[in-house]
């Protein structure tokens, strides 16, 4: 055993009594984890392969394999957990940066779960969403400051920004073709289209197939630049600038050489097996103006005929910031919480830096209401907005809009294992491996992702309903809807609500 | 041809007031740090008299643009096709993540030209600087072509530091005699051979005739090429966690 032993963290166990020998699990195992000895006639695994994607156990037509934590461990300590050992370990033998995907495991406060939603009771009647009309559906973009009428009445939109009509008020957050695969964008882009929401291109350019959902599209501009050209421009119903992304604040993209395929090649504009370097900063970005030139030359390209996005993550600062976004002539901002997904972080940047959407979001509402320039800008919540509740919580701290990404990855069969990274996903999705990106079928895929929304949106509705609200206009910004629990003084102060019972 | 005169002009006006010119060949005068001239434009050729504003030719998509005076930051911004000819001097970040065409600028280039400029397949952007240029050139480079003559500086570098940061393809031609000061690990340096000056030959012939400069004086001195030595600088950074 060497000095750097690094034991296996997850046990897969196999019932041999139940297990038949049909060598599935091995089939579809892309970390090759079982094999079949032919000596011993026996499956047997290379267990320290193993990152808990669950799909063998899912395949194994009898039901033999359970995959537990390893029940093996070093010995235990509340300040030294067997994972930072190991991480030393691993850095010490290579001397390179950790690397991981998904969301922030670590356990930082929740503060979702510590906000509780109200109910009318006999005073202000509830709505049942099932008898009367309630609106869901969301417009995004500048609101004009007064509502002027014309002569019959009718209230004057001229000289209105443009507008991004949601019929739900949920999108599909950006995950680049490159990350994710074909078959994974296919479905987004479909159930985008079927709902009547959108999906977003993230940074790696809009595959040639997938301009007939351009409708429900968000096209996004980081700082590599990958894939932009007029047509690109020209096909998303928004434009999003990415300044930063909640799970990795101040750092930029990285797609590996070996993840930039043929197809990806062609879609990012690259040369295959080159690297994809997004530089945490837009070099020709240093200051509100310099992001306000940004976004008119999009502007500009465009005919000023489709709203701009400006993405950041949530950090210290963030309401500060995102007062200069709402000045700088951006349609709608974007925040990112620090538990927000990715298909490849640093470890220490996902785990450390950033601050929770919660109060982010708290914060940014308050401040461009306190600066009277709310109106100017829309703000859609995103990182870790994993419900319906979630999404309610979110509308009633001051968010018009969520953006969710695990979520629907976990619709079309994610199983959180956390290993992106590795581009080796089980099930189809965080792969440009064709045997297994055909895994993912999206003709299944989209579907789910219609169903999660409707159910998501009947919820809003009825949770809306419960409070007397038939529109989502009047949760917005309500956080007389919302009481804390468990949570002190400064944090409701931030929160900007009541303790329950108050 | 249709001239403009952009006096007092906002730059959203001008700008319409040029991609509906019923002509393909415009010029527009009097132009005063007015933005993304270009940008909306398709199939024209535009003559700017005075000085463009930032975003000249940003996403630029087939247009011609020639500036008898100089241009700012962010010139040809994620351009994709088309021509830049600048009888002048350019600001910051020129040609920043360009993917095609070329941008032609007679005199000297402020810092990061050539940033995130990329290529794909016959796509291949060029950059001609006449003079010197500042700090970061062709910082990220991953394609493309960015020459650098150097003229009037022959005795001193015509690059500032730190040029090819991050580099990872594309080719930097600099005509002189005095290597760049600190490049980084990633950057080859080595002294353009025969075979490379005939690549970027017709180039810089045509760059000359543009601006009136005599190509043989230009071509026969020593030029230094710098290129990556990885397409991939980040593949040992990594260990999955
Ligand atoms: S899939 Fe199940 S039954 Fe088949 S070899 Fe694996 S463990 Fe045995
Ligand atoms: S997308 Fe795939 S690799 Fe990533 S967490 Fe989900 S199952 Fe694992």
Redesign the interface.
Known sequence: MSVNYIPATFAVLRDNDRCIKCRACERQCSNEVHYFDADFDKMLVHEDQCVDCQRCVTICPTNALKIIENPNSFRKASNYSQQLIL?NY??SS?G?????SMGNPQDFPVYWDKMLINASQVTNPSIDPLREPMETKVFLGKKHTHITRNADGSIDTSGQSPQLEIAYPIMFSAMSYGSISYNAHESLARAATELGTFYNTGEGGLHQDFYQYKTNTIVQ?A????G???DY?DAGAAIEIKMGQGAKPGIGG?L??KKVSDDV??TR???K???A?S?APH??IYSIEDLR??I??LK??T??KKPVIVKIAAVHNVAAIASGIARSGADILVIDGFRGGTGAA??RIRDNVGIPIELALASVDQRLRDEQIRNEISIVAAGSIRSSSDAVKAFALGADAVYIATPALLAIGCHLCR?C??AKCNWGIATQRPDLVKRLNPDVAYKRLVNLVHAWDHEIKEMMGGMGINSLESLKGNRLMLRGIGLTDRELKILGIMHAGE | MITIDAKNKY??EL?REIADAPDSDVTVENVCGQ??IG??ASDKTITVIGTPG??LG??L?GVNLVIKGNAQ??TG??M?AGEIVIHGCVG??CG??M?DGKILVKNDAGY?AG??M???NE?IPNIIIGGKTGS?LG??Q??GRIIVLGIGYEDVCPVGGFCGT?M??GEIFIRTKKRPVNLPAQVEITTASDEDMDSIKGSVSEFCERFDIKASDILSSHFYKLTPNS???????????
């Open positions: 991480e691993r850095q290579t390179a940066v950790l690397l991981s501009v700082s590599g630049r990958f932009v050209s007029k421009l990285h590996p050489g090649s062609k504009m690259i040369p097996g080159t690297d370097i530089p070099h020709d030139q940004l008119f030359s500009e390209a005919d000023y640093p470890t290993s990274h590795g | 730059y959203k700008n933005r993304y940008t909306n930032n975003g940003a996403y998509n930051d962010a911004d994620t994709n910051d970040a920043y993540g993917r990061r940033i995130h990329k290529e794909y796509k970061f910082e990220y991953a394609g991050g990872h393809g397409s991939n600088p980040y593949t040992e950074l990594y260990v999955n966690q």
